[in-house]
Structures are given as structure tokens and as C-alpha cells.
């Protein structure tokens, strides 16, 4: 079973940035979801192992960047321009890898990490 170990999550004020860290046991695609109160889990983005495909959704398309270091089996989330709706808890998310494609569905994962909360002030 996959282990995956998040840190970087905290409190920003709006137009700030953040790095969010995953470090997996082993070598997997890797996809980052967000859950804010009330809300279903969606996907941020996603990155195929060894690296060459990446998938984000429209809302973060330019401000934030997924990538990964494969020595370190660490996948990582940079966001910048951060805004309130952006406030959300963030996971890590693990699957086989080989696809060809990233998914952007939850339940194609099949391991996640604890969640680190992210909070954007105005």
C-alpha cells in the first residue's frame, strides 16, 4: 500500500503563493484534488509517471504547476496568484502508472495522503 505524506499547506493572503509536497513510497501517477466545506472533492491537477503528461482543471490553467521529482518520488504543487476560492483542503492522490493519460476522476485513485488545509484570506 502506497504511502503518501503531504506538507506545505497554510494560511496566504490573496495574490500569494504556496508549494505543496507529496512524497510517495514509490514511483506512481500522481494527481492533487481540493475539497472546500459543502463541496465534492475535484481535481486540480494531475501528472503521469515519469513525468510527461499533465492535466489541470480550467480554474487553475496558468496560475498554478504540477511536478515531480522522480528520484525523490515527490510530486509537487505550485500555486501562485492565489485567491479565496482557492480556500480548500488538498490531497494528494496515487495511482498505477503506464495510462497514458492523467484522470481527473477521485475514484481512479487508489491511495491519498491526509490533506493539508490551504486558507487564502482577502
Known amino acids: 500500500q502506497a504511502l503518501l505524506v503531504e506538507s506545505g499547506g497554510g494560511l496566504v493572503q490573496a495574490g500569494g503563493s504556496l508549494r505543496l509536497s507529496c512524497k510517495a513510497s514509490?514511483?506512481?501517477?500522481m494527481g492533487w484534488f481540493r475539497q472546500a466545506p459543502g463541496n465534492e472533492r475535484e481535481f486540480v491537477a494531475g501528472i503521469s509517471w515519469p513525468g510527461k503528461v499533465v492535466s489541470y482543471t480550467d480554474a487553475v490553467k496558468g496560475r498554478f504547476t504540477i511536478s515531480r521529482d522522480n528520484a525523490q518520488n515527490t510530486v509537487y504543487l505550485q500555486m501562485n496568484s492565489l485567491n479565496s476560492e482557492d480556500t480548500a483542503v488538498y490531497y494528494c492522490?496515487?495511482?498505477?502508472?503506464?495510462?497514458?493519460?492523467?484522470?481527473?476522476?477521485?475514484?481512479?485513485?487508489?491511495?491519498w495522503g491526509q490533506g493539508t488545509q490551504v486558507t487564502v484570506s482577502l
Open positions: 492522490a496515487a495511482r498505477g502508472y503506464g495510462f497514458g493519460y492523467v484522470s481527473r476522476s477521485p475514484a481512479d485513485y487508489l491511495y
Open positions: 514509490t514511483r506512481y501517477d
